[in-house]
């Protein structure tokens, strides 16, 4: 079924090819993400979750297949999608209020409206005690932080993050996914994340995509309808419940597969 609000993703092929070479990265990933969702790319290194968030993003294009968010086409990057990278990509002399209110400036916002936008954002991921501070002064987590509100200001229709908390500690990780999952819920965001990380993915996605390898395709769609009965927030609940348990069982073999067919 088709919609016009989300994401949808119709028979993407990516073939790379280099010098004589041709990679096929993705072959027919066809998908829908509801407005309002968070969508999961999660699957083994290599299977071109990173090539097909791009393409949404805009920077690159499909072989084949057709992308289209609210009901326009994907062909280039634009405004109303925003990416958040795993490294911090906030910039070093500027406060944590200028880098936020940086994307603003760029596109040409009036500055009475960014101030209140930009406190708004600085307030929800929490670092209102350091508006003024400068990256070098926060910690990984708390970067990370002003990238996503930086990215949030812009109020992208779509929201794309890949990797984003790979590179933190354990428990920042886990702060950050409940940040940001109060955040976007706020906000009514929809957002499309990669990871790797099967806990990660079944906390964040409202859907995941578990993509296969050589070439990647869409192996299962799996919908966490189970968390809706789960107090919000409670991530021990979570990680106890019998549907969490079966289903991180249930990717792990597939992983488990891919690593043995990759072998
Ligand atoms: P993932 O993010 O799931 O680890 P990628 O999307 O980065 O996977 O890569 C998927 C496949 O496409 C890999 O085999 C990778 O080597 C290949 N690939 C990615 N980008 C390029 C490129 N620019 N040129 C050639 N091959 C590429
Ligand atoms: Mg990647």
Request: with cysteine.
């Amino acid at each position: 079924m088709s919609s016009n609000t989300g994401l949808e993703i119709t028979g993407v092929n990516k073939v790379f090819r280099s010098g004589g070479r041709t990679v096929q990265a993705l072959e027919n990933i066809s998908l829908s993400l509801s407005a309002g969702k968070v969508g999961v790319l999660l699957g083994p290194s290599g299977c071109g979750k990173s090539t097909l968030l791009r393409m949404v993003a805009g920077l690159e294009k499909p072989s084949e297949g057709d992308i289209n968010l609210n009901g326009r086409a994907v062909s280039q990057p634009g405004r109303d999608r925003g990416m958040v990278f795993q490294d911090y990509t906030s910039f070093p002399w500027l406060s944590v209020r200028e880098n936020v209110a940086y994307g603003l400036r760029i596109n040409g916002d009036r500055s009475a409206l960014n101030e209140g936008t930009v406190d708004h954002f600085i307030q929800a991921v929490g670092l209102e005690k350091f508006a003024n501070a400068y990256p070098h002064q926060l910690s990984g987590g708390m970067r990370q932080r002003v990238a996503i509100a930086r990215t949030l200001a812009n109020y992208p229709e779509l929201l794309l993050m890949d990797e984003p908390f790979g590179a933190l500690d354990p428990e920042t990780r886990w702060q950050m996914q409940d940040l940001l999952l109060n955040v976007v819920r706020k906000e009514r965001n929809t957002v499309l994340i990669v990871t790797h990380d099967i806990e990660e993915a079944l906390y964040l996605g409202d859907v995941v995509y578990f993509l296969s390898r050589h070439p990647g395709r869409l192996n299962e769609t799996i919908h966490t309808d189970f968390k809706a009965g789960l107090p919000e927030g409670d991530r021990e609940a979570f990680l106890k419940s019998e549907d969490y348990r079966r289903l991180e069982l249930h990717i792990r073999r597939l992983m488990r597969e891919e690593g043995r067919d990759a072998a």
